[in-house]
Nanobody
Framework: QVQLVESGGGLVQAGGSLGLSCAASARTNEFVMGWFRQAPGKEREFVAAISWNSGYQYYGDSVRGRCTISRDNTKNTVYLQMNSLKPEDTAIYYC?????????????????WGQGTQITVSS
């Protein structure tokens, strides 16, 4: 079992920035790591993913250009930096680890999930 713990959520004004972290309890070096979010009454939405060696980053349409995903494999930690935040970014943000090593599937196949951290963007 792999435990993922997110941190860094909070309340921010529209146009502001926020950084999230996700620490894993075990090595994630071989796996795609991703961020997802879910707003009240809406389905879970893909936000971003990063390849095992940080060589590739993939973003959802709603955050592309405002968001940067990164990772530090020495710390088993993945990060999400969000800029120019909008009220519609308000959601619970979840970190996830893919189930298959060295995959190129960015939006599906995640098997481990964190408990989530809330981001609230005020207008």
């Amino acid at each position: 079992q792999v435990q993922l713990v997110e941190s860094g959520g909070g309340l921010v004004q529209a146009g502001g920035s926020l950084g999230l972290s996700c620490a894993a309890s075990a090595r994630t070096n071989e796996f795609v790591m991703g961020w997802f979010r879910q707003a009240p009454g809406k389905e879970r939405e893909f936000v971003a993913a990063i390849s095992w060696n940080s060589g590739y980053q993939y973003y959802g349409d709603s955050v592309r250009g405002r968001c940067t995903i990164s990772r530090d494999n020495t710390k088993n930690t993945v990060y999400l930096q969000m800029n120019s935040l909008k009220p519609e970014d308000t959601a619970i943000y979840y970190c996830a680890r893919h189930g298959s090593p060295f995959t190129t599937a960015w939006t599906t196949g995640y098997v481990y999930w964190g408990q989530g951290t809330q981001i609230t963007v005020s207008s």
